[in-house]
């Protein structure tokens, strides 16, 4: 079974910094566009950062220059670096896997908790 597993979410104080990781297993995970999401309470989910499989990176405006996404494909896993955390970044995260030649193998992880609050 295809599987994606967060992990690093936690409290933390605006302006600080966490480190998310998403581990794969049962894919080629070489071959995968790797995207984080989020999802505040009420809110839709919003693409934050991507990683295409051969390594061109993406950001949305809200986190560009604070967040970096990287992966480690010997270690079947992606990075979310975040830094000058604020509370509109609250939200769970989540992890999602693309098979960079066919779309319809897509995978999404359970989602790791963000909370930035004093």
């Known amino acids: 079974q295809e599987r994606l597993v967060e992990s690093g979410g936690d409290l933390v104080q605006p302006g600080g910094s966490l480190r998310l990781s998403c581990v794969a297993s049962?894919?080629?995970?070489?071959?995968?566009?790797i995207a984080w999401y989020r999802q505040a309470p009420g809110k839709e989910r919003e693409e934050v950062a991507t990683?295409?499989?051969?390594?061109?990176?993406n950001y949305a405006d809200s986190v560009k220059g604070r967040f970096t996404i990287s992966r480690d494909n010997d270690k079947n896993t992606v990075y979310l670096q975040m830094n000058e955390l604020k509370p509109e970044d609250t939200a769970v995260y989540y992890c999602?896997?693309?098979?960079?030649?066919?779309?319809?193998?897509?995978?999404w992880g359970q989602g790791t908790q963000v909370t930035v609050s004093s």
């Open positions: 990683i295409a499989w051969n390594g061109p990176t």
């Open positions: 049962r894919i080629t995970f070489g071959q995968y566009n």
């Open positions: 999602n896997a693309i098979f960079f030649k066919n779309s319809k193998y897509n995978y």
